[in-house]
Structures are given as C-alpha cells and as structure tokens.
C-alpha cells in the first residue's frame, strides 16, 4: 500500500505531495523499518537533545569536570522524579 502510495503521488503536479512522496521513496527501508517493529531510537534522541541543551545553558562558562557533574545531578533528577 505504501507503494501504490509513492507511485501515485510523485507524479502529480502538487509539489508538496511530490515532495512528501519523493522523500518516501528515499528513505522507503526506514519507513518500513518503522511501521513493522516496536523498537525506537526515541530515548537515545531525548537523552542527546537534554545534553544538548545542558551544554548551550554552560557554553563557555565550564570545564568538562563541571560537565560531567552537572549531567549526573540531571540524570538524578530525572529519574528520581
């Protein structure tokens, strides 16, 4: 179905529908991949995101032992609640 989906609508005229089925047809082993297992790469990317932030709050401002101590005291919290 997903097939028909990508055959149809990357001819037609409208580009965002090309577009979204081009896209489609690029990444079609990961869509699938998605559809047909449970798995997530959802906690990995929240954990890269809360590190993300946690480093452009302490830009210039540390040094990696401050770092370090301030993602243990996040993880803490985290998980405590």
Do not use: H, W
């Not at 090309?18 to 869509?31: H, N, Q, T, W, Y």
């Not at 990995?44 to 005291?73: D, F, H, P, W």
């Amino acid at each position: 179905m997903l097939y028909l989906f990508v055959e149809k609508y990357s001819k037609k005229l409208l580009k965002p529908l090309r577009s979204f089925a081009e896209g489609l047809k690029r990444d079609i082993d990961a869509v699938e991949n998605a559809v047909a297992y449970d798995y997530s790469n959802g906690f990995v990317e929240g954990t890269n995101s809360r590190l993300k932030m946690i480093k452009r709050t302490m830009y210039g401002r540390c040094g990696r032992q401050l770092l370090e101590a301030k993602l243990r005291y996040m993880g803490y919290n985290n998980n405590n609640g």
